[in-house]
Every structure is written in C-alpha cells, then in structure tokens.
C-alpha cells in the first residue's frame, strides 16, 4: 500500500504542478505501451522508449521527468540519471543536447501494478528558439530488448511501436478510482502546486 501511495502522490504532483523550467504550455502526457490498462494494473515488464528532437541552432536543454516503477534516461548516449516512482526527477542538459539530431531514450521499469513515463522537456536555442520532447509526440517504444546502438541517432526503429496516451492530461490520472490512504496522498501533494524549483536535480 505505502509503494502505491507513492506512486500515486507522484501522479498527483504532476497534475498539479507548473511546468517551470520547460516548457510555459505544459502539453506533456503520461503514456505506456499499447496492451493492457496501465491505469489499473499493468504486466511487471521492462520497456524502452526512445525519440530524436533536432535543435536548429547550438543549444541547451531540461528536462523533468517521472516513471511508475524505475526509469533510466540517456540523452546522446550518455547516462543522464535514474529513479523510482517516490518523486518526479529534473535533469539539466547543458552540454549535452546541441545543433541537430539528439536522441532522448529511456528504459521503463514496472514492477506492479499501474505504469507510466511522463516527459517534459525541450532544447533550448542561442536565440531563443524551444524545440519540445515531451511525451506523446514523436515517442516510440520496444517491449524488445534492444541493441545498444538504441543511443545512437542512426538506430533504426522503424520496427518500434507507438506509444499508448494512457490521459489526455496529467490530471487524467488522479481522477476517481481512489481509496481511503490514496485520496490522503493526493490531497497531500496537492500543497506542492507550483513548486517544481524545490523538488531538486537528478534525484537529490
């Protein structure tokens, strides 16, 4: 019960959180892959998901994420951070991300019950430019294994599969089909709206 308060009160963050160093319109989803209703209960399965977002110009980039159970994001083949489903996480890219084809990948992990990734984040031109990431648009994922040439922006997955839009918000999420410690969770974050900046970088 304590794992899925957790989960849940990371879901409800994000619903009621302002998207404060991505993107001003926060058009980010929680998606997953097509079988099953991951809003209830999902398969125990490990997945990877994984898109390329082309900056116009020498750039920056953030990016905010989250993953009910465990997630290991890499941006241009470097290991970026990982976490679990007890907070959202924040990654700055400076350095990383840059002119042209950037590849954003991620391996999700679910041990039980429901499942989702959550992205935000964009690349940030010189002259101020935003290029966004977030998840649906361009996502794709693999219940394959794949080979480590996954990172590399010349990968081909033409073979991988359209992600699952599991809400049309994040607020979808947190909607009904909550029990009695649930609804405490939920009503707890709820005081965290706004509150992005104090959630810390990279897990800490």
């Not at 409800?12 to 209960?41: M, R």
């Not at 998901?49 to 941006?75: K, M, Q, Y």
């Not at 950037?102 to 031109?125: Q, S």
Request: charged residues 25%; glycine residues 12%; hydrophobic residues 40%.
């Amino acid at each position: 019960m304590l794992r899925r308060c957790l989960a849940v009160a990371v879901w409800a963050t994000l619903a009621c959180s302002t998207s404060v160093f991505a993107q001003d319109n926060d058009d980010a989803k929680w998606i997953w892959y097509g079988e099953g209703n991951s809003l209830e209960n999902a398969p125990a399965a490990t997945v990877w998901f994984r898109t390329v977002a082309r900056g116009n110009e020498p750039s920056t980039g953030a990016i905010r994420i989250a993953c009910d159970d465990h997630f290991v994001l890499w941006v241009n083949g470097q290991k970026i951070g990982e976490g679990d489903a007890k907070k959202p996480y924040r990654f700055n890219l400076n350095g990383i991300v840059e002119k042209g084809p950037n590849v954003i990948a991620i391996e999700a992990t679910n041990k039980e019950g429901r499942a989702g990734l959550f992205v935000d984040g964009e690349i940030r031109g010189q002259s101020g430019g935003k290029v966004p990431f977030d998840t649906p648009t361009n996502w794709k994922v693999s219940l394959e294994k794949p080979a480590s040439a996954w990172l590399d922006v010349k990968y081909d997955d033409s073979s991988w599969k359209p992600v699952k839009v599991l809400a049309e918000t994040a607020s979808g999420l947190v909607v009904g089909g909550l029990k009695g410690d649930e609804k405490i969770a939920v009503r707890g974050v709820a005081a965290l709206k706004g509150t992005w900046q104090g959630l810390g970088q990279g897990g800490e």
